[in-house]
């Protein structure tokens, strides 16, 4: 299972989801980070202190500091999924399937309705 940090926009209820699912979650107002407009950097490299991988639904500055530096722990960049079962469901499908998440960017996109 996987270690995530799941930044500030990350649905709660996805992350305790993903927490039945067996992953471990830690949110960025569990860890106290909440409310102080921390950079999106600033939260990859506290999630990479951590060995955990980004939970995010920010793709687009994501995938720039993937390119920049692809010697992460892991990002996944979701679609926002109001079916929030259905999109937990999916980032657990789409992680289980990778051996390691390191330097790894995960999109997981919400299904067409």
């Keep these: 299972m996987a270690r995530f940090y799941a930044d ?3 649905p709660k209820a996805v992350s305790e989801l993903l927490r039945t699912l067996g992953h471990d979650v830690l949110t960025v ?3 106290g ?3 102080q407009r921390i950079p999106d950097e600033d939260v990859l490299n506290f999630a990479i202190q951590n060995n955990r991988a980004v939970l995010t639904l920010n793709h687009q500055d994501f995938v720039r ?3 920049a530096n692809p010697n ?3 990002i996944v960049s979701c679609t926002n999924d109001r079916d929030r079962p259905r999109m937990a469901n999916r980032i657990d499908a789409a992680v289980a399937i990778e051996e ?3 330097g790894k960017l995960i999109r ?3 299904p067409s309705q």
């Design 8 to 10: 500030e926009q990350f």
């Design 29 to 31: 107002q569990e860890a």
């Design 33 to 35: 980070n909440a409310n």
């Design 65 to 67: 500091l993937h390119r």
């Design 72 to 74: 992460h722990l892991g």
């Design 100 to 102: 390691s998440l390191h």
């Design 108 to 110: 997981v996109v919400r």
